[in-house]
Nanobody
Framework: QVQLVEPGGGLVQVGGSLRLSCSAS????????MGWYRQAPGKQRESVTS???????NYADSVKGRFTISRDGRKNTVYRQMDSLKPEDTAVYYC???????????????WGRGTQVTVSS
């Protein structure tokens, strides 16, 4: 019912930048929040950043000042600008939205398949 498309990902050098997006489509009535989690090898999945429908943002301490999240509500798309990348940012990044669909009129979480970001030193 809800599809998340996360193009991009890739390899970048330490100190570099990357801008990624996540677009939601399907039987969506409204989106409450959009954001990303990440999971590095051998570690638990952790929240990275999120943005609500009224543009309240949240960042993990590890990415504050380096990552910026924004959204285009008309396109149901969220963007993540990553600057000053570090090797510890290497992970699979998963897009997650909290949304209501026309067939399920309550908030539920939907996940993308994830994209690999590798920061090389």
């Amino acid at each position: 019912q809800v599809q998340l498309v996360e193009p991009g990902g890739g390899l970048v050098q330490v100190g570099g930048s990357l801008r990624l997006s996540c677009s939601a489509s399907g039987n969506i009535y409204s989106i409450t929040s959009m954001g990303w989690y990440r999971q590095a090898p051998g570690k638990q999945r952790e929240s990275v950043t999120s943005i609500t429908s009224d543009d309240n943002t949240n960042y993990a301490d590890s990415v504050k000042g380096r990552f910026t999240i924004s959204r285009d509500g008309r396109k149901n798309t969220v963007y993540r600008q990553m600057d000053s990348l570090k090797p510890e940012d290497t992970a699979v990044y998963y897009c997650k939205i909290r949304a209501m669909t026309y067939s399920r009129m309550f908030n539920d979480d939907y996940w993308g398949r994830g994209t690999q970001v590798t920061v090389s030193s």
